[in-house]
């Protein structure tokens, strides 16, 4: 499976974005999906994960309330809908799946494939 991200860019803090994970193959809808990402000097951190059925959701402390994950295995397409973003916010965003997951997990090294990065910057 291949997992192309886009939708970064960059923004006023108190704006918004939508990021998208698009898959290269219907065998994905069987995948769990996580968003990642990096700041420069950091690393990588879990912002949050849904299952392939959409009935698990989880999301880090620091983005509750304010992302949204959310899939449509139609498109076999995941989406991050990123509100209120902080400047903290600002860093690469990687997402990334494996069928082998049953439940979101929040480690890197757990997820099998990977996407490209989009960047998202948001200025104070």
């Known amino acids: 499976v291949q997992l192309q991200a886009s939708g970064g860019g960059v923004v006023q803090a108190g704006g918004s974005l939508r990021l998208s994970c698009a898959a290269s193959?219907?065998?994905?809808?069987?995948?769990?999906v996580s968003w990642f990402r990096q700041a420069p000097g950091d690393e990588r951190e879990f912002v949050a994960g849904?299952?392939?059925?959409?009935?698990?959701?989880a999301y880090a402390d620091t983005v509750k309330g304010r992302f949204t994950i959310s899939r449509d295995n139609t498109y076999t397409t995941a989406y991050l809908q990123m509100n209120f973003l902080k400047p903290e916010d600002t860093a690469l965003y990687y997402c990334?799946?494996?069928?082998?997951?049953?439940?979101?997990?929040?480690?890197?090294?757990?997820?099998?494939?990977w996407g490209q990065g989009t960047q998202v910057t948001v200025s104070s």
């Open positions: 990334a799946a494996d069928e082998r997951l049953h439940v979101v997990r929040s480690r890197a090294d757990q997820y099998f494939y």
């Open positions: 193959r219907r065998t994905f809808n069987t995948h769990t």
């Open positions: 849904i299952t392939w059925d959409g009935r698990r959701i």
